[in-house]
Every structure is written in structure tokens, then in C-alpha cells.
């Protein structure tokens, strides 16, 4: 079954910390992709990335930078020189080919609460 | 472009009564969800529709029925409300499934 654990529920940084947050996924599929989404406090969810399952190079944009490892089943977003605008709530999730089921639709993580303090 | 809307943004309902979250995209895409939010759980879905015309149930779609209106439109309707269905409410479109999700500022509602 399809399942995203993100196992830090919550963290805390200062101001220009770096800081990763960590994903791992199960799928049984070879076909699927992993999003990255920020919730700040005012809870809209805003779309950071998505990366397909094919596509294993690193990405970097700005001071966001995110690690994909299959043999590893991760997903991890780093946050570099940590800013208080980056606190908020981050999900990871997965979409999959479901057999006989839902197509395409998201899994979310349970999300993991970043504070950073000035 | 607004992008996804959600009407309304704050509700309270009584126990046992009805109302229907109204969602819009005006990105022209054929994809479009529902999800809710409740504290330490992520989002989970409650249905989907993958093109116009087209529903699905999700993980959660009990006690809850959808209408796709049109490309544009999908409406949640909740029948008859329960204390369990507080939560905040989530649209989002995509332009097909698999694709990314955009995702509307959300629906906040109370059930007493």
C-alpha cells in the first residue's frame, strides 16, 4: 500500500539554520510522483515541487534544495540559511497508479511544523 | 486569474444539518478534488473528479456527496452534519490526474 511517513512531527531551528526535513515513501509502483507543499500560518497550501519517479537529480532552488534517493525511498527538503517567512507546516506526498483503485491522487504525510526563530 | 476559490470561508452548523461547500477553477483544468485537513492527520480525500463528468470516492467519503457542475465547478455537500465533520475543507484542480494540484485557500467549518 501507498504510505508517506514524515517522522518529525515537529522542529525548531534559529534564523539561518539549514535544516532538513525527511520523506519516505512506500509505492509498489515504478511509476509515481513526490511533491513537496508549504502550509504558512495564514493555511493556504502552496506547491513547492514535484519530481517524477524517473528523475533521480537533485534539485535546487534558491536556498530550497531537495534530495531523491529511491534505493532509499526519500524525498528530503533542505532549507538553507533558515529564514522566519520559512515557518510553516511542510507536506510531503505521493501520487501513484493505484491497481483497481483511485489514479493520480495524493498521499499526504502528516506533515512536519518548522519554526524558525529570529 | 483567481486561480481555485472556495465559498465559504467560515461556516458553523448544527448537528443534523446541511449545506454544500462550492469550489471554481479558472485554470481550464479537468481535474479536480476534495480534501479535508483535521489536526495531525494531513489531508485525506474525499472524492474526486477525474474529468468532467466523472466522480470518484476517496479514502474518507462518508457522510458526504459531490456534484461536478460543469469543468469549472465541484461542489461537497454534506447531508446531514455530524461533530466529526469539523475540519478544514481543501479543493484543488489539476490539469489531469498524476499532475500537480493547485489548491483553494480552504473552507473552515464547525459542527455544534
Known amino acids: 500500500a501507498q504510505k508517506v511517513t514524515q517522522a518529525q512531527t515537529e522542529i525548531s531551528v534559529v534564523e539561518k539554520e539549514d535544516v532538513t526535513l525527511d520523506c519516505v515513501y512506500e509505492?509498489?509502483?515504478?511509476?509515481?510522483?513526490l511533491f513537496w507543499y508549504k502550509q504558512p500560518p495564514s493555511g493556504e497550501l502552496v506547491f513547492l515541487i514535484r519530481r517524477n519517479s524517473f528523475d533521480e537529480q537533485n534539485e535546487i532552488s534558491g536556498r530550497y534544495s531537495w534530495n531523491f534517493q529511491k534505493s532509499t525511498s526519500s524525498f528530503n527538503f533542505t532549507i538553507t540559511a533558515s529564514q522566519v517567512v520559512d515557518s510553516a507546516v511542510y507536506f510531503c506526498a505521493l501520487s501513484e497508479r493505484s491497481y483497481g483503485g483511485s489514479q493520480g491522487n495524493l498521499i499526504f504525510g502528516k506533515g512536519t511544523k518548522l519554526s524558525v526563530k529570529p | 486569474n483567481a486561480g481555485v476559490t472556495q465559498t465559504p470561508k467560515f461556516q458553523v452548523l448544527k448537528t443534523g444539518q446541511s449545506m454544500t461547500l462550492q469550489c471554481a477553477q479558472d485554470m481550464n483544468h479537468n481535474s479536480m478534488y476534495w480534501y479535508r485537513q483535521d489536526p495531525g492527520m494531513g489531508l485525506r480525500l474525499i472524492y474526486y473528479?477525474?474529468?468532467?463528468?466523472?466522480?470518484d470516492k476517496g479514502e474518507v467519503p462518508n457522510g458526504y456527496n459531490v456534484s461536478r457542475l460543469n469543468k469549472r465547478e465541484f461542489s461537497l455537500r454534506l447531508e446531514s452534519a455530524a461533530p466529526s465533520q469539523t475540519s478544514v475543507y481543501f479543493c484543488?484542480?489539476?490539469?489531469?490526474?498524476?499532475?500537480?494540484?493547485?489548491f483553494g485557500p480552504g473552507t473552515r467549518l464547525l459542527v455544534l
Open positions: 509505492t509498489r509502483d515504478t511509476t509515481y510522483y
Open positions: 484543488a484542480s489539476s490539469p489531469w490526474v498524476q499532475e500537480t494540484q493547485y
Open positions: 473528479s477525474a474529468s468532467e463528468g466523472t466522480t
